[in-house]
């Protein structure tokens, strides 16, 4: 951590981003990585290729984050967050590659240690539970702002302190972010409590797609770009409803196939997957590219649809 410390302190300008598809923990440390750059006189950008969605719009300051960089050559530092590897932050890959310095702070065990300097914790119940710590190793006092992003990080994260990653350290920070300002009730509100008519509508679509595999320990559900246009809803509405597929009795293991949006010569899909504790599901991430925790991974894929559910099929068959 001091040789990322003393990078940051030397740094001018920084450029900060996470994954595609971002959840909670991803744009609560995100967001309080920048309000950390900012109290250290760093000019920062903030970063994701994909939308926000729309239950995280609430943090304080959100709407810092861009979504286009124009020039790489501008910045000389990186920092990659909640990132198993640099090509799930997207097309910014390449951009990264400018960036004289790499900094990787991450929990997830499938990270693949890139980078010039690394911060990876895969203890961490979150990655805001790492930017937290950093935050304090830098000596940067935590204001109600920064409070609110860190606690919805670690609460996302942890499902509600519910998932099998929820350590004694979840606890005790959220406790402190509390006391220094964040309001549980009305985050939990924002991220919970409330679901547009058009969500509604898309998880109606979503229910009917449900398939179960053969041993009745697979489902898998599906969102079309077809459905998206239906409901007035984008891909970032869709994140959170594979819980539904999960909860269905004797699931092991639940998987969200999405249509990306198209974009020219190209057809792929965001396929996310989540495990009721007794399979590795970061293992089969990985077989595809990409990786995550045991109870919840994800990956791209530009397979084919027949193909993709053959192949989970599979797995399926030969895992559970």
Request: glycine share 6%; net charge negative; aromatic share 6%.
């Given at each position: 951590?001091?040789?990322?410390?003393?990078?940051?302190?030397?740094?001018?300008?920084?450029?900060?981003?996470?994954?595609?598809?971002?959840?909670?923990?991803?744009?609560?440390?995100?967001?309080?990585?920048?309000?950390?750059?900012?109290?250290?006189?760093?000019?920062?950008?903030?970063?994701?290729?994909?939308?926000?969605?729309?239950v995280y719009k609430f943090?304080?300051?959100?709407?810092?984050?861009?979504?286009?960089?124009?020039?790489?050559?501008?910045?000389?530092?990186?920092?990659?967050?909640?990132?198993?590897?640099?090509?799930?932050?997207?097309?910014?890959s390449d951009t990264l590659?400018?960036?004289?310095?790499?900094?990787?702070?991450?929990?997830?065990?499938?990270?693949?240690?890139?980078?010039?300097?690394?911060?990876?914790?895969?203890?961490?119940?979150?990655?805001?539970?790492?930017?937290?710590?950093?935050?304090?190793?830098?000596?940067?006092?935590?204001?109600?702002?920064?409070?609110?992003?860190?606690?919805?990080?670690?609460?996302?994260?942890?499902?509600?302190?519910?998932?099998?990653?929820?350590?004694?350290?979840?606890?005790?920070?959220?406790?402190?972010?509390?006391?220094?300002?964040?309001?549980?009730?009305?985050?939990?509100?924002?991220?919970?409590?409330?679901?547009?008519?058009?969500?509604?509508?898309?998880?109606?679509?979503?229910?009917?797609?449900?398939?179960?595999?053969?041993?009745?320990?697979?489902?898998?559900?599906?969102?079309?770009?077809?459905?998206?246009?239906a409901t007035g809803t984008?891909?970032?509405?869709?994140?959170?409803?594979?819980?539904?597929?999960?909860?269905?009795?004797?699931?092991?293991?639940?998987?969200?196939?999405?249509?990306?949006?198209?974009?020219?010569?190209?057809?792929?899909?965001?396929?996310?997957?989540?495990?009721?504790?007794?399979?590795?599901?970061?293992?089969?991430?990985?077989?595809?590219?990409?990786?995550?925790?045991?109870?919840?991974?994800?990956?791209?894929?530009?397979?084919?649809?027949?193909?993709?559910?053959?192949?989970?099929?599979?797995?399926?068959?030969?895992?559970?």
């Open positions: 951590m001091d040789l990322i410390i003393e990078q940051l302190k030397k740094s001018n300008k920084v450029l900060v981003t996470t994954h595609m598809y971002p959840d909670g923990d991803a744009i609560g440390s995100l967001i309080a990585m920048g309000f950390a750059l900012t109290a250290l006189n760093k000019e920062t950008s903030l970063y994701t290729e994909s939308p926000i969605p729309a943090i304080p300051s959100v709407d810092r984050v861009v979504h286009t960089i124009k020039d790489a050559a501008c910045y000389d530092t990186a920092i990659v967050l909640d990132c198993s590897n640099p090509e799930r932050a997207g097309s910014v590659s400018c960036i004289p310095v790499l900094i990787n702070i991450d929990h997830h065990i499938t990270n693949n240690r890139f980078g010039t300097f690394r911060l990876i914790d895969t203890q961490a119940c979150a990655t805001a539970e790492i930017v937290y710590r950093l935050i304090k190793s830098l000596g940067i006092p935590i204001n109600k702002s920064t409070a609110s992003a860190i606690y919805t990080g670690i609460l996302t994260d942890t499902g509600s302190f519910r998932f099998c990653n929820t350590n004694s350290a979840a606890f005790k920070i959220c406790e402190e972010m509390v006391l220094l300002g964040a309001e549980p009730y009305h985050i939990a509100q924002k991220v919970y409590g409330r679901y547009s008519l058009g969500r509604i509508r898309l998880l109606n679509l979503a229910l009917n797609t449900i398939e179960i595999s053969e041993n009745g320990k697979l489902s898998i559900m599906f969102l079309t770009q077809e459905m998206f246009r984008r891909i970032e509405d869709g994140n959170d409803l594979i819980d539904y597929a999960k909860i269905i009795e004797d699931i092991k293991v639940a998987v969200l196939i999405q249509e990306s949006e198209e974009k020219v010569g190209t057809h792929s899909f965001h396929v996310s997957l989540r495990s009721d504790g007794t399979v590795d599901v970061a293992k089969i991430a990985s077989v595809f590219g990409g990786g995550g925790h045991r109870t919840a991974a994800g990956f791209e894929t530009q397979l084919l649809l027949p193909t993709l559910k053959a192949e989970l099929d599979n797995i399926a068959q030969t895992l559970l």
